[in-house]
């Protein structure tokens, strides 16, 4: 049986580096045998900040809903996005605070600082763009979007090993080394990875 991996732009603009990255890891992940499915935030038709404040006001909506059965049906989940300002763009953020919700992704105990992750069973890869020197991200910054997405988040859900492929900086960068990246990140894929 194939590895079932879903791949999800967490960004806005489908025609951006970001894209291409995605669109690499996806031809490896095919070529490797895999079923691949890929979701595309800037697509998706649904509100990432309710007007009420909870994550869940009113159900939700189809593209959400089709987006839990995916993460439902995915042994391996990929996030291709920027860094952006620090962290990772609002999007995938309102994204996150709408899908990964409880009775999905985790469930609080009564009376207990404890919780149930729902999400085990499931590895990821984050492959992110950045423009900052990787060691000043590191170092000075104390990688705050990759906190989120690994620690806070997915690791949170019972995703694991969550692994974190940098591709930058963007900034400034020739075509030879952005087509590098493009067949380092399709390599990623072949190997399931």
Same mark, same amino acid.
Request: net charge positive; glycine share 8%; proline share 9%.
């Given at each position: 049986m194939s590895k079932?991996?879903?791949?999800?732009?967490?960004?806005?603009?489908?025609?951006s580096y970001g894209g291409a990255l995605a669109q690499a890891y996806i031809?490896?992940?095919?070529?490797?045998g895999a079923e691949v499915r890929e979701i595309y935030l800037g697509d998706l038709r649904f509100d990432a900040?309710?007007?009420?404040?909870?994550?869940? &006001? @009113?159900? $939700?909506?189809?593209?959400?809903? #089709?987006?839990?059965?995916?993460?439902?049906?995915?042994e391996h989940l990929v996030f291709v996005y920027p860094i952006w300002w620090g962290t990772i &763009? @609002?999007? $995938?953020?309102?994204?996150?605070? #709408?899908?990964f919700l409880p009775g999905f992704a985790v469930n609080f105990r009564d009376n207990s600082p404890l919780w149930d992750k729902l999400?085990?069973?499931?590895?990821?890869?984050l492959i992110v763009?950045?423009?900052?020197?990787?060691?000043?991200?590191r170092w000075y910054f104390g990688r705050p979007g990759h906190n989120t997405m690994k620690k806070t988040i997915l690791?949170?859900?019972?995703?694991?090993p969550v692994r974190i492929t940098e591709v930058g900086p963007i900034k400034n960068s020739t075509d030879a080394k952005r087509k590098q990246?493009?067949?380092?990140v399709r390599a990623l894929g072949a190997r399931l990875a």
């Open positions: 079932k991996i879903l791949v999800i732009l967490g960004q806005p603009q489908r025609n031809e490896g992940a095919r070529a490797a900040c309710p007007a009420s404040g909870a994550p869940n &006001p @009113a159900g $939700l909506e189809p593209d959400l809903a #089709r987006a839990q059965e995916s993460i439902k049906w995915a &763009p @609002a999007l $995938l953020k309102g994204f996150v605070e #709408r899908v999400l085990k069973g499931r590895s990821a890869r763009t950045l423009n900052t020197p990787s060691w000043i991200y690791q949170f859900c019972g995703v694991s990246w493009l067949d380092q």
